[in-house]
């Protein structure tokens, strides 16, 4: 027995990854593995001393707030003023959530109705199409392509498709093509959602790992119909405590708060506590960027050697590197080689007649350095 929705989908592209690299090992054979995003980096020492810290301080405090605690969504409100310059009611204009997953999927129940759209990026992170899914609606997708800078076409989107609409979904700094936004585009998406009636949600849980250029916020440009979702899980190797924040319009906010009372019971607030801790300090931050940044510029430049593109990302963890073969052909030759990606026709739909995760591979920057060091000599040697 299973439901129509759940049925209706097929295996979560990330599971199938972690399947195959396990099933290789099993055989004997020595896998890169930058499938999955998720860093290998210890979080912090002093983020986890504040988590044990509050699990002693907090021993008798019960359930969680379903919203957050107060002092977390101060330390939200504070990040957010330092690094963009957003004045938020931590009252009125923060929600906690379990990491940035929880809240991608289970937005759509608040804001949508059976039969209606939701604008979603082509590629993109599969939770923003099943939570719509689940949520009674239509996914309605406009492809992010190179030669339009990864970047939506607003005066290509079908008027018919609009006006049905309730969402847009954007994310930048973008996964997986690494593209960041500007203020200018965000003031764009910003009318076009203005113009339409959309509630705009940024997905920017990739804000905080960029190369050159700070990413700007959404929250930037406006407030009005404006929701953010943010997470530690990048920024401060915090994957597996599973905490981040939505923040933005008031009334939106309120409704994703009530939404929340009846889904879960929140963050443990002593994992709230490490993350108050984490966004109280940049040092480990610019560290993690650096490592980053070292292992993608190896890693783009053994691609350039052995004659690949040039698809230097502007941020994120991710490569989103193109060849002349089909994505599964390109991810099966560098399987061969003994380095594990994610095709990218798995993040894509088929719009328009085109597949814009066609000859791409995702490789996510998570192996240690040295092993980015051995999976550069692989891959120049394919050249």
């Known amino acids: ?23 290789l090992r099993k055989e004997g054979k020595d896998i890169i593995d930058f499938g999955v995003g998720d860093p290998t980096e210890p979080t912090p020492e002093f983020i986890r001393n504040a988590c044990k810290r509050g ?61 209606d759209n939701v604008l979603i990026p082509n590629p993109g992170y599969p939770p923003y199409s099943r939570g719509t899914l689940f949520a009674g609606g239509i996914s309605r997708y406009y492809n992010l392509l190179k030669e339009n800078e990864f970047l939506p076409d607003f005066s290509a989107f079908a008027a018919d498709t609009v006006k049905k609409s309730k969402i847009l979904w954007l994310n930048y700094p973008n996964s997986p093509t690494g593209k960041i936004a500007t203020k200018k585009f965000y003031r764009e998406a910003y009318d076009f959602c203005c113009d339409n009636g959309l509630l705009l949600v940024s997905d920017e849980a990739y804000s905080e790992i960029y190369f050159k250029e700070k990413p700007p916020s959404a929250l930037e440009v406006g407030r009005e119909n404006v929701i953010v979702i943010n997470s530690l899980s990048k920024r401060s190797a915090m994957t597996g405590y599973r905490v981040g924040w939505v923040a933005g319009d008031e009334k939106a906010i309120s409704t994703f708060k009530k939404l929340k009372t009846n889904v879960d019971s929140g963050t443990a607030t002593f994992i709230q506590d490490a993350a108050a801790a984490a966004l109280s300090d940049e040092k480990h931050v610019d560290e993690f960027r650096a490592g980053y940044y070292k292992k993608m510029k190896i890693m783009t430049k053994a691609f350039m050697d052995a004659g690949f593109p040039d698809c230097t990302p502007e941020a994120t963890i991710y490569i989103w590197q193109r060849s002349d073969m089909s994505s599964m ?23 328009d007649e085109r597949n814009p995760g066609e000859g791409y591979v995702r490789l996510a920057l998570v192996p240690s350095l040295d092993r980015c060091k051995e999976a550069a000599e692989r891959i120049r040697s394919l050249g």
């Open 1 to 23: 027995m299973i439901s129509r929705n759940l049925a209706s989908i097929g295996r979560y592209a990330f599971a199938e990854v972690d399947r195959e690299v396990e099933r």
């Open 55 to 115: 699990i002693e301080e907090r021993k008798a405090s019960g359930y969680p707030s379903y919203i957050g605690d107060i002092s977390y969504r101060q330390a939200v409100a504070d990040w957010n003023k330092r690094r963009f310059g957003i004045t938020l009611d931590p009252e009125k204009e923060i929600c906690s959530n379990i990491g940035s997953k929880e809240a991608v999927f289970n937005l759509p129940h608040a804001f949508i109705n059976p039969g």
């Open 329 to 351: 052909e390109f991810a099966k030759k560098l399987l061969n080689a003994g380095i594990a990606t994610t095709p990218g026709a798995l993040f894509s739909e088929t719009v």
